[in-house]
């Protein structure tokens, strides 16, 4: 195999710099030319006139970021198909969102989902839950745009810094001028390049794999197709329960009551329309992450006698998959600037996604409280995109942190659990829980965060610390043929002799749904132990919870979920 040390070509460059500017074209259309976006609801919202299929492919796209198109296939090469049981998380977060969660939403039509907290507990609540949510988005930002800089700078010799500056400065750009509907058709058209992208570099692998059944022989015999593990040790990442319950919760969280998802599934006119978009979110999730894991699995093909991170041509793991490319597109130009475009547009799908959404946050629960009079649309409109340049150039600061923080997609867990899984849990309190109140609902959220950190920081310690490693398939550099490092400078890691106890040793899928957990038992003892908040307007819970007797003409029945559901249409 022959490799090429910074592989992008003239086309590749072409490549990429024509999604870049077809994003930002995007952007001026619906920001300066067509139907402006001169009013609020216009920016946030769309107008309320968004369609099924753009809002589920945005959906999906934004919430599968550049970061999980590199980190996925390493995660394969090096732990195993296992990683695919995301698909059965998504469907878990698809169950809870139709039944439990969104027709809250949908009953309310609020711009900001911490307008709940303040309608179901108080406004002390909901400043709580503003914090964690405000700095658990601007401190993912970095994280999410550092994947496809590492990328693009590993395959042309760039510098990752002023890559990243680039990118960020980009997708600033068009979010603040186009709002919700330019995020959305943004998405739409970059999951294509996405798709197109990964198609196209799924079949130049099989070609230089030896095909298909030569791929999944290897992988066999190499131990990665190991998927359905159904033995429950909270200390492993690799087992059915660590991805459907834990990452089941990371996705409800970060999906359902996350702010940049409640705010795309209100763009819809129909909560019937909210169902069809879950659905359709589940396939193109499933889509784009079944092609990472085959490709997961051709990298290893490719590399099962040679392991680039051992033999130290790399340095890191999330630069595996741009690495492998330098095989597989020598003699190929263009697929490289395809693998590239893919990652930044995922990217950039999730920064764009976060921005708009910061911003509806920010102006409606912070901004307006120091606003004397109402401000015209225009106004308001111009705010929100100051409010978004803003947002966006704090973001981009905090890369210069995130290199030294380890693995991605471990680093994206420990975020979302420690702010997000406190945040499930809080508005599973309020929506599934009558009893809860105000006082359980503050101090559980509080609880819960002070659990999850107790947990996850000094997990982490111990990581960075060499302590704690998640086993690995095996890996082997019998067949390397060079010793010297192409794109690495790597420099070892003196653990200290201290065992960490075990409880540290849990698998960080498990973050966001032990966050969740601890805060709604929390927020539960205190609110029994505690006295009761006046009774709680039956369109702030969910229909699950729902057992108001209606008066029917015969006798008085209860509420079932599917009736409950059904009123949501009238």
């Not at 992008?8 to 710099?17: H, N, P």
């Not at 659990?451 to 982490?460: D, T």
């Not at 029917?552 to 009736?563: C, D, P």
Request: hydrophobic share 50%; with cysteine; aromatic share 14%.
């Amino acid at each position: 195999m022959s490799y090429n040390e910074f592989p992008l070509q003239l086309i590749d460059y072409i490549i990429f710099i024509t999604t870049l500017a077809v994003s930002t074209l995007i952007g001026l259309y619906f920001g300066c030319l067509g139907n402006r976006q001169s009013t609020v609801k216009e920016y946030l919202l769309g107008g309320k006139r968004m369609r099924v299929i753009p809002i589920a492919v945005s959906v999906a796209v934004s919430h599968f970021s550049g970061t999980a198109l590199v980190g996925v296939p390493a995660d394969v090469y090096r732990y195993g198909t296992s990683i695919w049981l995301f698909v059965c998380a998504f469907v878990v977060m698809g169950v809870v969102a139709v039944f439990v969660y969104l027709p809250v939403f949908f009953k309310l039509q609020l711009t900001s989902t911490y307008e709940y907290l303040e309608k179901r507990f108080d406004q002390k609540t909901k400043i709580l839950g503003l914090v964690f949510y405000i700095l658990a988005d601007i401190l993912m930002f970095p994280i999410l745009i550092y994947a496809p800089s590492l990328t693009f700078a590993t395959m042309s010799g760039f510098n990752v810094q002023g890559t990243a500056v680039v990118l960020c400065a980009i997708c600033i750009f068009y979010t603040s001028l186009g709002g919700l509907k330019t995020v959305v058709w943004t998405d739409f058209l970059q999951f294509f390049i996405i798709m197109t992208s990964l198609a196209v570099i799924y079949i130049t692998g099989l070609n230089q794999s030896g095909g298909f059944i030569q791929v999944w022989n290897t992988a066999y015999t190499g131990e990665r197709l190991q998927t359905f593990n159904f033995g429950f040790d909270f200390t492993s990442r690799d087992n059915f329960w660590a991805y459907s319950l834990g990452c089941g919760a990371t996705f409800t969280a970060t999906v359902v009551v996350h702010q940049t998802g409640v705010q795309k599934f209100l763009a819809l006119p129909k909560y019937s329309d909210f169902v069809w978009t879950v659905v359709y979110v589940i396939i193109s999730f499933s889509c784009v992450h079944t092609f990472c894991v085959l490709i997961g699995l051709e990298t290893y093909a490719l590399y099962k006698d040679c392991d680039p991170l051992s033999s130290k041509q790399i340095q890191k793991h999330e630069q595996l998959v741009p690495f492998s490319l330098t095989v597989l597109t020598a003699n190929l130009p263009g697929v490289s600037g395809l693998l590239v475009a893919a990652i930044c547009s995922a990217s950039l799908s999730t920064m764009s996604s976060n921005l708009n959404a910061l911003a509806a946050v920010i102006y409606k629960e912070v901004v307006c409280l120091f606003l004397k009079e109402e401000q015209s649309e225009a106004r308001a409109t111009f705010i929100l995109k100051i409010i978004v340049v803003l947002v966006g150039i704090l973001g981009t600061c905090l890369i210069f942190v995130v290199e030294r923080l380890g693995e991605i997609i471990s680093i994206m867990s420990l975020v979302f659990g420690i702010a997000q899984g406190p945040l499930l849990g809080l508005f599973t309190l309020g929506m599934v829980v009558p009893r809860a109140n105000s006082k359980g609902a503050f101090f559980g959220t509080i609880g819960g965060f002070v659990s999850i950190l107790c947990l996850a920081v000094p997990s982490k310690y111990y990581q960075m610390k060499g302590l704690i490693k998640s086993p690995t398939k095996p890996l082997s550099t019998s067949g390397c043929s060079y010793n010297q490092a192409l794109w690495s400078n790597v420099s070892s890691i003196q653990a200290i002799p201290v065992e960490p106890h075990v409880i540290f040793k849990t698998s960080f899928f498990f973050y966001s749904l032990f966050g969740a957990i601890m805060t709604v038992i929390f927020g539960l003892v205190i609110s029994y132990v505690t006295t009761a908040d006046p009774p709680v307007d039956e369109n702030l819970l969910s229909p699950v919870c729902r057992f108001r007797k209606l008066e029917r003409e015969a006798e008085g029945t209860y509420l079932s979920v599917e009736e409950a559901l059904q009123t949501l249409e009238k």
